[in-house]
């Protein structure tokens, strides 16, 4: 085989796994955020990630929000839906700004 052979033999097999490196990740899709990933139920991944706050806000299981910066992305919200027994998501955003809190509120009430 000469060196064309194993460069081409080399790009298409790092292409294979490439491709089937983002099938995986298309399909855990771990934010929740693609309409046709597999229909699993993903736990939150780390409790102050803002990634995963746009996959929380339109799920159904929650009807109540805390809703805020540093202070409300530390609260608990298993503790507040055992208290108000009600399901909370905690979409508070570190060193969030008003804006943010605003947007995250309105995704979370437009679902």
């Given amino acids: 085989?000469?060196?064309?052979?194993?460069?081409?033999?080399?790009?298409?097999?790092?292409?294979?796994?490439?491709?089937?490196?983002?099938?995986?990740?298309?399909?855990?899709?771990?934010?929740?955020?693609l309409s046709f990933s597999l229909p699993a139920d993903r736990g939150v991944i780390t409790p102050v990630d803002a990634r995963h706050h746009p996959a929380l806000t339109p799920k159904h299981?929650?009807?109540?929000?805390?809703?805020?910066?540093?202070?409300?992305?530390?609260?608990?919200p298993k503790r507040f839906s055992a208290w108000f027994e009600g399901a909370f998501a905690n979409i508070g955003l570190l060193s969030a700004r008003p804006w943010e809190d605003r947007a995250m509120l309105e995704l979370f009430l437009r679902r």
């Fill in 61 to 76: 299981q929650f009807d109540n929000a805390i809703v805020g910066s540093s202070i409300a992305a530390q609260m608990n």
């Fill in 1 to 33: 085989m000469t060196w064309t052979g194993y460069l081409v033999s080399f790009a298409w097999r790092l292409a294979l796994l490439a491709a089937l490196f983002l099938v995986t990740v298309v399909l855990i899709d771990p934010y929740d955020t």
